[in-house]
């Protein structure tokens, strides 16, 4: 384990550099001189000197990125240049409503995705299980920034329960801002428990079909017991490795969603950010989800490795 | 293709993605409106006999913008799965054939373009290339290319190993020779069925792009850029933002199922464990 673990690590360290690298080329030709657009087109030569001087963005490719590298290692923030303060503190600041956003979603997602996913399994090609995975299969289709619409046209312009969009501050409203989130919470989930109910679905029927299924219900077991304690136990397994696979990409791919509620997120503060071509905002978010998936793909390695020994061996 | 009929999933798939292709390919020809030409004296109308689907705040016919944009989307589906199936499935057979380091690196590579989020990576490269549905595609397309190549090595290591191969090298076939003729044939099914899904992501993705600007540019249809504008005009006219929605998940409804039947089809393994 220990053998495999170093490689794993090595493997680890080398992704997150090429990670780190790739997200500092790729910003480093974006078109657009951030000093241009912070002193707009009247700026004469010597002050958009001066700034680029003040931004380090005269100096070198390797420069530039070891100076970045550089401070990210040793735990110190960059400074936006929009917002004018440091960007670790602008991203705990917007991950206060991405990340409720998130895991909000995943609730949603498995109240409806479990029990539905067993219900099918257990009425296998029945009426049921069919429409179950009709619905599944709609889920899939339908982009969730549409269902957010959608979800805004009813609740909020024809019933008037929600508001249309935007969030007041946990601080300055604590249900005003829970109940901005729930619609794109709602839309976000919706979708993600329409690939956890097909999931569940096809891993509750390879458990069920297990020997120590037939042995449990050999026993004499309530079938209650046998589904909810013996079998779905063990077909979670692959459930809950997706499910979190599914909570690192809403973290970053949220930001549509974010644009349709007008959510202060971390997704609509990139997108805003590539705007405003604010580039230490849009190099540490892009290298922070990067790193998250990475890390979370490096994670469920180990885990499957620790439950399964063959995999080692490979 | 009787059998492929006996299946369901490939019915209905079939029906819907067939009446996508059929509208785009008569918008070529024919729209009831000019999809572009605006009318102000029809702004913001609701579904009516003039205007099956309604109009926009231009006064553009709804139905004729979505006709068209079903060729966006078409166009899109078949560019983006292109990029991915050329250069996925010539990276995916290098890393079969050579393994070792030509496997490592390209595998490492996919791990590397799988490491990034895949809508904020595809913001980010329309940002650098300016926005338009050209540039879309492109970076749609990229992300195609690490899930051609893992599944073409996957399924193509496995053909290597094959009886049938060693024949053709017994007979003297080149590698080259073998690859084109024997190894290409064996992993077309499962190519196919992951470029109909694929073709359906990159409906989903464009739409998503359009919404946020930096697909399709105006005033050329495209559903996401349709829903985006529609969103401003909610309280007036709501059907503005039903039918370009109705469009997409349509489709994409469409070409899934398209591909789950082509599955179960051409892959009977996979019905048991479904």
């Known amino acids: 384990m220990l053998r495999y673990l170093s490689k794993k690590l090595i493997t680890l360290v080398l992704l997150l550099f090429l990670v780190s690298i790739t997200v500092f080329s790729v910003l480093f030709v974006l078109p657009g001189d951030p000093a241009q657009i912070i002193l707009g087109i009247n700026a004469t030569p010597e002050s958009l000197a001066a700034l680029r001087a003040d931004l380090g963005l005269d100096r070198s490719f390797f420069g530039q990125y070891f100076d970045w590298i550089g401070k990210l290692v040793v735990g110190q923030s960059h400074q936006s240049i929009h917002y004018k303060m440091p960007v670790f503190e602008l991203i705990l600041s917007r991950?206060?409503?991405t990340g409720p956003l998130a895991l909000m979603a995943m609730v949603f997602a498995v109240i409806i995705s479990i029990p539905f996913g067993i219900y099918a399994a257990r009425h296998q090609n029945q009426r049921g299980d069919v429409t179950v995975m009709a619905f599944t299969q709609l889920g899939l289709a339908t982009p969730e920034f549409w269902l957010g619409i959608l979800l805004v046209l009813f609740f909020s312009v024809e019933l008037n329960w929600f508001a249309a969009g935007g969030f007041p501050g946990w601080n300055a409203n604590a249900w005003g801002s829970l109940k901005a989130l729930l619609l794109p919470a709602f839309a976000l989930g919706v979708i993600r428990a329409s690939i956890l109910t097909r999931l569940t679905r096809s891993s509750m029927l390879e458990v069920l079909r297990e020997d120590y299924v037939r042995t449990a219900r050999a026993k004499g077991l309530r079938e209650r017991t046998v589904v909810y304690v013996h079998a779905l136990r063990n077909a979670l397994i692959p459930v809950l490795t997706i499910m979190g696979l599914q909570l690192g990409q809403l973290l970053a791919g949220a930001?549509?969603?974010?644009?349709?509620?007008?959510l202060p997120g971390l997704g609509r503060l990139v997108f805003t950010s590539i705007g405003m071509r604010d580039l230490p905002v849009v190099r540490d978010i892009v290298l922070l989800m990067a790193t998250a998936v990475v890390f979370v793909n490096f994670v469920v390695d180990l885990a499957y490795a620790y439950v399964d020994p063959r995999i080692k061996l490979r | 293709m009787k059998r492929?009929?006996?299946?369901?999933?490939?019915?209905?798939?079939f029906v819907l993605s067939l009446v996508v292709v059929i509208a785009a390919a008569v918008s070529l020809l024919w729209t009831p409106y000019d999809a572009n030409r605006m009318n102000a004296r029809d702004r913001l109308q609701g579904p009516s006999w003039q205007h099956p689907l309604g109009t926009d705040q231009y006064g553009r016919?709804?139905?004729?913008?979505?006709?068209?944009?079903?060729?966006?989307?078409?166009?899109?589906?078949?560019?983006?799965?292109?990029?991915g199936l050329?250069?996925?499935?010539?990276?995916?057979?290098?890393?079969?054939?050579?393994?070792?380091?030509?496997?490592?690196?390209?595998?490492?590579?996919?791990?590397?373009?799988?490491?990034?989020?895949?809508?904020?990576?595809?913001?980010l490269i329309t940002s650098i290339l300016g926005p338009s549905m050209v540039n879309a595609m492109l970076a749609i397309g990229i992300f195609y290319i690490p899930v051609f190549a893992r599944l073409t090595r996957a399924v193509a290591m496995v053909v290597w190993e094959r009886e049938f191969i060693a024949a053709a090298r017994a007979c003297?076939?080149?590698?080259?020779?073998?690859?084109?003729r024997h190894v290409l044939p064996n992993i077309l099914s499962p190519l196919l069925i992951q470029g109909t899904i694929q073709f359906a992501v990159a409906i989903l993705a464009e739409a998503g792009l359009s919404y946020l600007g930096l697909g399709t540019q105006p005033p050329h249809a495209?559903?996401?850029?349709?829903?985006?504008?529609?969103?401003?005009?909610?309280?007036?006219?709501?059907?503005?933002?039903?039918?370009?929605g109705l469009a997409i998940a349509w489709s994409v409804l469409g070409f899934n199922l398209l591909g789950d039947g082509l599955r179960d089809t051409l892959d009977p393994k996979m019905v048991r464990v479904r």
């Open chain 2, 4 to 13: 492929f009929f006996h299946n369901k999933n490939f019915t209905v798939g």
């Open chain 2, 61 to 83: 016919d709804t139905l004729s913008r979505v006709m068209t944009g079903s060729v966006n989307s078409i166009i899109v589906g078949l560019v983006t799965v292109a990029i």
């Open chain 2, 86 to 123: 050329t250069l996925g499935v010539g990276l995916g057979l290098i890393s079969a054939y050579f393994g070792r380091l030509a496997d490592e690196a390209i595998m490492r590579f996919a791990d590397l373009l799988f490491g990034f989020p895949a809508v904020l990576t595809a913001i």
């Open chain 2, 172 to 180: 003297g076939i080149s590698e080259l020779g073998i690859t084109w």
């Open chain 1, 95 to 97: 991950l206060a409503v």
């Open chain 1, 255 to 262: 930001i549509i969603i974010e644009n349709v509620f007008f």
């Open chain 2, 222 to 244: 495209s559903w996401g850029r349709m829903l985006n504008e529609a969103q401003t005009f909610m309280d007036t006219n709501p059907w503005m933002a039903i039918f370009p």
